[in-house]
T-cell receptor, first 112, second 114 residues
């Protein structure tokens, strides 16, 4: 069964600090790995998409890494801002619309 | 439009009533998805439309759930004889092409069944 596990479930950090969110996936076949940001009361917004051949991809202060051998991904947020407070969702894609497996997300809170 | 829109944004209904949720995808996007998000849970796939192909309904949890997409654009998700366990956020997403493309999500419809 395809699964995506995220950790931690929740995280509280001070503004300006860095943090790293983890994602482990068990998906076969594997096509790509996505990170989404979901603000409270809004739909998810795509941050990055990485295929198995990509090790790292950045989007501003967000940097995602992917290790296809260990089936692990991380999302690193640099110099956090209050607006980074959101749920961050890891999604593994197997190649068909049916086979998008969503993690339950990491709830990040950035405090002033 | 500029993005995916959904209506209503919130819906409160009584158990046993039927509800209709609407999704307007981004113009030109051929793929449209419906998901359900329960509190503290990951998104659950419901149904997928791609162009004029038959929809993938494999995620619909029961025969009380149905969806249609008219003219390859607007989609309606219908839940008949609602139950309390249907309470969730229903999210719609669209993408330019199926598969590996980025999905663009709407804000969701928050459904509460009393």
């Amino acid at each position: 069964k395809n699964q995506v596990e995220q950790s931690p479930q929740s995280l509280i950090i001070l503004e300006g600090k860095n943090c790293t969110l983890q994602c482990n996936y068990t998906v076969s076949p594997f096509s790509n790995l996505r990170w989404y940001k979901q603000d409270t009361g809004r739909g998810p917004v795509s941050l990055t998409i990485m295929t198995f051949s990509e090790n790292t991809k950045s989007n501003g202060r967000y940097t995602a890494t992917l290790d296809a051998d260990t089936k692990q991904s991380s999302l690193h947020i640099t110099a956090s801002q209050l607006s980074d407070s959101a749920s961050y969702i890891c999604v593994a894609f197997s190649g068909s619309a049916r086979q998008l497996t969503f993690g339950s997300g990491t709830q990040l809170t950035v405090l002033p | 439009g500029a993005g995916v829109s959904q209506s209503p944004s919130n819906k409160v209904t009584e158990k046993g009533k039927d509800v209709e949720l609407r999704c307007d995808p981004i113009s030109g996007h051929t793929a449209l998805y419906w998901y359900r998000q329960s509190l503290g849970q990951g998104l659950e796939f419901l149904i997928y439309f791609q162009g004029n192909s038959a929809p993938d309904k494999s995620g619909l949890p029961s025969d009380r759930f149905s969806a249609e997409r008219t003219g390859g654009s607007v989609s309606t998700l219908t839940i008949q004889r609602t139950q309390q366990e249907d309470s969730a956020v229903y999210l719609c997403a669209s993408s330019l092409t199926p598969g590996g493309e980025t999905q663009y999500f709407g804000p969701g419809t928050r459904l509460l069944v009393l």
